[in-house]
């Protein structure tokens, strides 16, 4: 029940067992949403260091829904801001029971690149990046997802502040990588957790056979884990990431850390480098419940 309410396209989900002589009856009635099957939802993101530091995100996302009938889906997205983007993308089944997609994506972006020498701004990058995608992929039940891919990207990147000695010898660069994606997400909630566990695992390989500038190949490992008694909820993260091989990677695939919940005594990205290893605790505490929204009704014979 929860994973058919998890699919979007239900206002509510309801279920009822009637006993029979001789036998039990699973009776659901699924209501379809009055509203879509086009979704437009608005977001914004604000942060501050509190010293002189302020960043927001205005985002606009469009969905489109059920384009055929193995439930093919259109979204576009549009963020202006720190970072600011433009992207659109196709997702499509290819067999009834949708364990099987295709998904090929486009997307343009600038975004503020920020060097630091210890806590000090040196030098402050413009980056505007072009890409295109396409992937293919599997669904495993409600557990998760693996996909592979092939990324073009074609990037630009441009002195914004800082001394002219640090100006990019080659401010245009193009990439063409292999990938591989793996999610898996057991969370019983994506805003705050209580119980259940989530990792992902992201593979890029960029060759010079495939038309790249150069060689470089780089992984990162994420993964959270929630475990609670009674009111109180205590959440593990780990971050991972590494270079693979000898090739070094280009500094706009550096990872980049630093920020709210990412060592937050740092200014935002003021930590770069090849490797990153990361751990954190999170506690929070349950002020109320609420189920009005769970989605999910049970009616067994002779009442709720």
Known sequence: MRRLYGTGDFEHVNYQLLEEPGR??????????????????????????FRGDAFFN??????????????????????????????????QPLERSQTFFVAPRADIERRSFDVFEREQRIASYDVDTGRIALEAGAQFSRFGEVRIGMTRTESRTTLDTGPVFLVPPQPRASYTALTL??????????????SGYAAALNVDSARKSLGSDADFSRADLSGTWAVSMGEHTFNFGLKLGERLGSHPLP????????????????????LLGEDIRFARLVYTHRLAQFSLLDGVHAVRAGGR
């Open 24 to 49: 039990r009856i699973l009776a659901v009635e699924a209501v379809e949403k009055s509203w879509g099957p086009n979704y437009l939802r608005m977001g914004l993101g604000l942060s501050s260091d």
């Open 58 to 91: 205005l985002l606009t996302s469009f969905r489109v829904t059920w384009l055929n009938s193995l439930g093919g889906e259109w979204r576009s997205d549009l963020q202006i801001g720190r970072t600011s983007r433009i992207a659109t993308g196709f997702y």
């Open 181 to 194: 994606g793996a999610l898996v997400d057991q969370l019983d909630s994506v805003n705050f957790p209580r």
């Open 251 to 270: 500094a706009q695939n550096q990872f980049q850390w630093g920020g709210l919940m990412q060592q937050s005594g740092y200014p935002t990205g003021a």
